[in-house]
């Protein structure tokens, strides 16, 4: 244990310390760090020696730096690890296990709710991500990254609440249209509740905007009869009217009932507008802010550093997020100098991104988890690839440094 001196600093025989061979574990030495540093150098210890700071230690926020000693506590300070840390000297902090992107168990109730641990494998290993949205999303968003060896973090504050009232009648529609799992999940509440079983749907058609909400529909026995190419109200709305009009033409076609969230987007109706179609715009439920999750949310990220990549599935996720945190990440506290990358599911998403923040972000082609996945895994391959060619031609440099300085 680094206990402080009165005048010298910590109170520890360095001359022995830095003859010993084995490995220096330094507890409570966070705040004298850099004397600890130069007195063993000064003692002898080589300045190349290999050196870490683990921070909150096999917990979900565990970080850590490794560095030689000359460098340990400059790197430290740029990656603003703080106590509680342990140093670690010696030859044990060059293994690999020290490394960021080792994966750290869960260690408390705590993280069981908040932290979805990635593998030590795959596609995405070592790449922290937080998940914006509602709970459900957040849930089955982060196991699909945990799948690929990311470490999902919990950061969701958006509320599904459903609305009151009955379901409508059926009978003067043909298309039932869904545009999020969360309206085909509060759809089947409702039919349960009011005892309406699927007979009452028959001879209807069901339209799903996406994959996502496709599966939902599957999951309770329901399979969708059209599903736009492109996962959008604008891309559902067209594809359905053309779908529609083609059925009126045959003499067979009436309407279609909307089963969504009270703020959809207005482009779905918007298009059957346009084409004179009879809808019903049924609002399910609404989104709110639970100002709970707000709070934990912040308190996780309070002092450390952001993630590397933050997502967002709905343009309401979007809007809560900037309303909640005024855009800003890490929050006051955090470590300064870095931002995650942002990414939007789909272009409405996008769109709302854009009119909120001049931020860069990227859009995941397909708008679903997969998608996500994919646009991750697409950046993570490009920046790796970036990084080979920049490491690749200081190798270069340096190869041409030594053929000069031998006179090759």
């Known amino acids: 244990t680094a206990r402080e001196g009165a005048r010298s600093g910590p109170d520890l025989d360095f001359e022995t310390l830095a003859r010993l061979d084995g490995t220096l574990v330094i507890l409570m030495g966070m705040h004298c760090l850099e004397t600890i540093a130069a007195r063993l150098m000064e003692a002898g210890k080589s300045p190349d020696t290999p050196a870490a700071v683990i921070m909150e230690g096999a917990t979900p926020g565990q970080r850590s730096v490794r560095a030689p000693l000359r460098d340990l506590a400059q790197r ?14 010696g030859k044990v902090a060059g293994l690999k296990l020290l490394a960021e992107e080792t994966a750290v168990p869960k260690a408390s109730p705590l993280a069981e709710e908040d932290v979805f641990p990635g593998g030590e494998k795959g596609p995405l290993a070592g790449v922290r991500v937080g998940v914006t949205g509602s709970r459900s999303f957040v849930e089955h968003l ?9 470490r999902a973090e919990d950061l969701g504050f958006l509320e599904i609440r459903p609305l009151p009232g009955q379901l409508p009648d059926f009978s003067g529609w043909d298309w039932l249209v869904f545009t999020s ?3 085909v999940s509060l759809f089947q509440k409702a039919m349960r509740k009011e005892r309406r079983d699927l007979r009452c749907l028959a001879g209807k058609k069901i339209a799903a905007i996406g994959p996502g909400t496709a599966a939902a529909l599957e999951e309770a026995g329901l399979y969708p009869d059209f599903v736009p190419e492109i996962h959008d109200a604008a891309h559902l709305g ?8 083609e059925r009126r033409e045959e003499g ?18 918007q298009a059957f507008a346009r084409c004179h179609i009879p809808f ?11 100002r709970e999750a707000v709070r934990a949310a912040k308190e996780r990220m309070e002092g450390r550093p952001a993630p590397d990549y933050l997502i967002f599935g709905s343009a309401s996720g979007v809007r809560a997020w900037f309303d909640e945190t005024k855009g800003l990440f890490p929050p006051e506290g955090g ?27 990227l859009t ?12 991750l895994k697409e950046e993570e391959e490009r920046r790796r690839a970036s990084e080979e060619g920049r490491i690749n031609g200081r190798r270069r440099l340096e190869w041409r440094r030594i053929c000069r300085d031998f006179g090759g």
């Open 76 to 89: 430290a300070v740029e990656a603003g690890l703080k106590a509680p840390a342990v140093i670690v000297i």
């Open 142 to 150: 982060s196991a699909r990254l945990s799948q690929e060896g990311a």
């Open 181 to 183: 799992p969360n309206g």
């Open 238 to 245: 067209e594809g359905l009217c053309r779908r529609m009009l």
């Open 252 to 269: 067979n076609a009436r309407g279609a009932l909307f089963l969504r969230a009270a703020a959809g987007s207005a482009q779905l109706p």
């Open 280 to 290: 019903l715009d049924w609002p399910l439920y609404g989104t709110g802010v639970d």
């Open 335 to 361: 470590t300064p100098g870095k931002e995650p990358v942002y990414v939007c599911m789909g272009p409405a998403c996008a769109a709302q991104f854009r009119a909120l923040s001049d931020r860069p972000f």
């Open 364 to 375: 995941a082609e397909r708008s679903s988890a997969d998608g996500i996945v994919d646009c």
